[in-house]
Structures are given as structure tokens and as C-alpha cells.
């Protein structure tokens, strides 16, 4: 590493990290960003997973919070290349009588399809849509003063109750029930726990807002357009480079790090209190991921056709299932049936893949650290909502949790959210983002507003770091 002194050097090229590193750079500062993967991105890369001449996606696949992000859109990532693709319907979900219930982009079509339940449907969904705009970017900041406390207000309420009470409460359709809980098992918790709701509120209103898109040629051209995004703004990136202490940085006012607190206990070493060790030590992980990826040789044949209209399909069956399923991976159990995510994205992207070609992503949730195979389990679920999907499967690939920490030493134990909790905790933190150590900050997810790519906590880290420290 050269003498050069920087403004500021970002560790790691995540969403969050390239956040960072922009934020500082557009303010005309030298910002130099560290990657220690040979490919920036974190979890947005993209990769030939099969050896087949596809691109699959390692991490990332689905961009609710992205297409959304009020950061990204700040950028004007299309014009450096970001092309996003929205299915005609965000989500679709099956059920075993061989239909789907879907997560339209109309909330009205969504509501119409739900029967007797469309009306509770819109109760639970209307209030978010019809203030998304206001909304969003309040939920994807830290603990502030609301611009819009009555509409903030209201999705707090709502948001602070556990999945399944919100369920209780307004469904009573399998299909209703269904189409919430998984998207509430986004949230890796038991869905009785309180804040398990926010992440099916968030999910499902941006799926009426914005869509679920997914990146055009993959993930990795969010990283790319983030890249040139960053390069035009004077940015320096240096890859294959892992940081174990900070004294290997160069010097710098600002140092944001885009790891989780584990590593920063390492990193920092002796320059943190003892204290502070002692608490960093504490963050809780969650659960971790079993990640598949496929190619085949021809599209799913789903059952239900409706589920060839999207391009992510949450297989879990109903909503006790997949409320049975994460409450066993919680306690450190593996689930017969897991709760399966799924993306293929081909259907929409014919970028991805050679003709004839279908790469699918997946994903269930498994205890933290887990190395059992799940392949069986998951292959049995999509089996179960369509058959025949095995005959389809030219090429596989597995990642257990360690080998997915081993491929970005954020997911620690395979949880890919940096941390776990009642999400209300993330945003109470009195000071988040910073570090004991002066000029140093942390931009990760598992600061506020969390997991995702959509560089929100990247950018609140930056923000904060250049008041402090210019
Ligand atoms: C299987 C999977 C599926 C997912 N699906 C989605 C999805 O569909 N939609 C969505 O929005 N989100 C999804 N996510 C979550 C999303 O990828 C993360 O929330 C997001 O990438 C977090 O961004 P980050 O910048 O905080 O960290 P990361 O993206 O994890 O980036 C951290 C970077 O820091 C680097 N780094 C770490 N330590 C060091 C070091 N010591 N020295 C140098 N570099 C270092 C890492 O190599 C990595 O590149 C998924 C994640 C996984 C794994």
C-alpha cells in the first residue's frame, strides 16, 4: 500500500461501502475503497455458479429496496448502465391445490383476487401505499424526528406487531394468511415475535409501489453502475486486499467500515475499549442460509402457470408451515419443509444465460453455522409445487453457511443480514455508526436501516462521518 493519504477509505464494496465511498467522494473529497474479494460487489455479485456460461447471482437476486432506495435514485444509476426489469407481478406464492395467490403491482387487482380478504387487505396495505413516497425514505433512516410522524406513526403501530398477530387479526383466507407470511419470514425471525410484521408491510407495499425488480444481466450491474458512479466522482479502488487490523489502512480522517461488529472487534484489536469488546461480542447473529443455484433446460413447470407472471416465488405453503418452519430453524433446528426463496429470473432477463438455458436461485434459512445439506429438502418443495423440476436440473450448485461466510466474511454463520433482532432495535441505537475509536464508523447492514441493497445505512454512515470529521 503507497503513502498516498486519503479524505477518507471505505473497507469493503458492498451496497453499503460503495454508498459510503460516493457520499464522501461527490463532496469532492480523495476517497480511496479496499475490497478483499477479487470482484467488488459483496452481495450484489454475480458469478458462472454452474460453469455453463450463465450468470447467477451469489447473493442478491431481487431489488425491492433498491428500485426504491432514495440514495440510489440520487444517483441516477441508469445512466451509468443499471438497467432494472419488473416482472408483471412482484411475487407469487402456491399453494397445494395448484393454484398461486400473487402479489400483484396493483394493489386493487391484489385486493380483488383476495376475495372476502381484500378488504382487510387493503386495511393492512392502503395506508403504506398511498404514502410510500413520504414514507420510505422516513423508515430507511435512523432514529430522527419524522417529517411525517402521523404516517410514520401509523406504520410503527402496525410494523411493531408480530407477523402472525397481524395475521390473526385481519385473515382469514389460507390465501391472505400465506402471501403475508412469507413475506414476513423475510424477517429470518419466528413470526410470533414482535417486528416480524414490518418486513411483510415493507415488502408487500413495495411490491404495489415500485415492484420486485431484478438488476438486467444480474446483480453484478448494480455494482457496476456503482462503480462508475464512483470512479466519476474521482473515487480509487483497490481489490484482492483484506484488512485484518486498521494500522495495514492508509492514513485517513475517515475510515467507514462495511463489515459487521465480529470483524470490527478483530479489526480494531486493542484500540476499542474493553467494554465496547465486550459488547461487540454480544451482537447476535441469526440464522443462516442454505443457497442453491441451478441451471435448466427449460422454465419451471410450476402447477400454477401464474407463478411463470414473476420472477421471485416464496415456497412454504401455508401460513402455520412456513411459521412452523422459521420458529424450528430459530431454535436451531432444520425443518423437514423449509421455507424456500425463490428467483428465476430468465423469464424476464434473456441476458443471463445461453438459449435453451434457465438459471434459478434459491435459498431456505437453516441455524447459524449450519453445515447440513439441504438440497434434498428443497428440491422436495419446488417438486412438491412442480413436477418434474428435478428431470429439468442440468447442472447444481450448493453453498452451506460456511461457505458462504467463506465467500464474503460479513454473512458470519450464514446470516446474510449482519445481525439479527427485533428491527426497532437497529433503529433505537443511541449512536449509530460510530465507533469508540475517532474517525472510525461503521457502514454495514447491520447498522440502520438494515439488510438489503439499497445503501442506505452506507450513506447515514457518510453523512454522519463527514459532520464529525470535516
Ligand atoms: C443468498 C443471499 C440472498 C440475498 N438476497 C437479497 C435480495 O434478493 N435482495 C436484497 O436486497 N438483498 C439480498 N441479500 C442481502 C444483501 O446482499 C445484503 O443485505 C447487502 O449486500 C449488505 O450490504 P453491505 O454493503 O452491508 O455488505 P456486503 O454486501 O456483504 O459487502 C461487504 C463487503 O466487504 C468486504 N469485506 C468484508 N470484510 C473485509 C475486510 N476485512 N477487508 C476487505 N474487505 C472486506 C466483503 O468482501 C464484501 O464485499 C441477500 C444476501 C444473500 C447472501
Redesign the pocket.
Known amino acids: 500500500m503507497s503513502d498516498k493519504k486519503y479524505d477518507a477509505v471505505v ?8 454508498a459510503a465511498a460516493i457520499t464522501m467522494a461527490k463532496t469532492g473529497r480523495s476517497v480511496l475503497m ?4 477479487k470482484t ?5 455479485r454475480s458469478s458462472d455458479l454452474t460453469h455453463t456460461g450463465s450468470i447467477h447471482d ?9 428500485i426504491a432506495s432514495p440514495f440510489f435514485n440520487s444517483l441516477g444509476l441508469t445512466s451509468y448502465g443499471l438497467e432494472w426489469i419488473n416482472p408483471p407481478v412482484a411475487m407469487a406464492h402456491p399453494l397445494d391445490d395448484g393454484t398461486a395467490v400473487l402479489l400483484e403491482r396493483s394493489l386493487d387487482t391484489t385486493i380483488n383476487n383476495l376475495g372476502p380478504d381484500g378488504r382487510n387487505y387493503a386495511k393492512v396495505m392502503r395506508p403504506m401505499v398511498g404514502h410510500w413516497d413520504k414514507l420510505l425514505p422516513e423508515i430507511l433512516s435512523p432514529l430522527h424526528f419524522p417529517k411525517h410522524p402521523l404516517a410514520l406513526g401509523r406504520f410503527g403501530f402496525a410494523a411493531g406487531q408480530s407477523a402472525g398477530y397481524l395475521i390473526f387479526k385481519n385473515f382469514r383466507s389460507r390465501q391472505a394468511k400465506a402471501l403475508f407470511a412469507g413475506m414476513a419470514a423475510h424477517s429470518k425471525m419466528p413470526l410470533d415475535k414482535p417486528g416480524s410484521a414490518a418486513f411483510g408491510l415493507l415488502l408487500g407495499a413495495a411490491g404495489h409501489a415500485v415492484g420486485w425488480p431484478i438488476a438486467k444481466g444480474g446483480s453484478q450491474s448494480i455494482a457496476a453502475a456503482l462503480k462508475q458512479c464512483f470512479i466519476a466522482s474521482g473515487g480509487e479502488i483497490k481489490t484482492g ?4 487490523s486498521l494500522s495495514e489502512l492508509p492514513q485517513a480522517k475517515a475510515v467507514l467500515l ?2 459487521t461488529p465480529r ?1 470490527l472487534a478483530a ?1 480494531a484489536g486493542n484500540r476499542l475499549p474493553e467494554n465496547n469488546r465486550r459488547k461487540l461480542a454480544q451482537h447476535r447473529y441469526g440464522p443462516g ?1 442454505f ?1 442453491m443455484d441451478w441451471v435448466l433446460n427449460g422454465p419451471i413447470p410450476w402447477k400454477a402457470a401464474d407463478c411463470l407472471k414473476a420472477a421471485t416465488v416464496h415456497i412454504g405453503g401455508t401460513f402455520e408451515e412456513i411459521a412452523g418452519a422459521e420458529d424450528e430453524v430459530w431454535h436451531g433446528q432444520h425443518p423437514e419443509y423449509p421455507f424456500v426463496l425463490l ?1 428465476q429470473p430468465c423469464l424476464f432477463d434473456d441476458t443471463r444465460t445461453p438459449a435453451g438455458k434457465h438459471p434459478v436461485w434459491a ?1 431456505c434459512h437453516v441455524p447459524n453455522g449450519s453445515t447440513v445439506d439441504m438440497s434434498e429438502k428443497i428440491e422436495f418443495q419446488i417438486e412438491r409445487f412442480a413436477p418434474g423440476f428435478r428431470d429439468r436440473v442440468l447442472f447444481r450448485s450448493k453453498m452451506n453457511t460456511m461457505a ?1 461466510e467463506a465467500d ?4 458470519v454463520g450464514g446470516d ?3 445481525g439479527v433482532g427485533n428491527p426497532f432495535s437497529l433503529f433505537l441505537k443511541r449512536t449509530p455508526y460510530k465507533t469508540p475509536i475517532k474517525g472510525v464508523y461503521v ?4 447498522m440502520p436501516p438494515g ?4 445503501g442506505m ?2 450513506y447515514h454512515a457518510a453523512e454522519k462521518a463527514i459532520r464529525e470529521m470535516f
Open positions: 473497507v469493503g464494496s458492498g451496497p453499503n461501502g460503495f479496499i475490497e478483499a474479494n467488488i460487489g459483496g452481495g450484489m451469489i447473493c442478491s437476486a431481487v431489488h425491492p429496496l433498491g486486499m483484506e484488512i485484518h462495511d463489515i470483524q479489526i442460509v443457497k428467483v435459498y458462504m464474503n466474511p460479513n454473512y446474510i443480514a449482519g457502514c454495514s447492514s447491520s439488510a438489503g441493497v439499497h445505512c452506507g
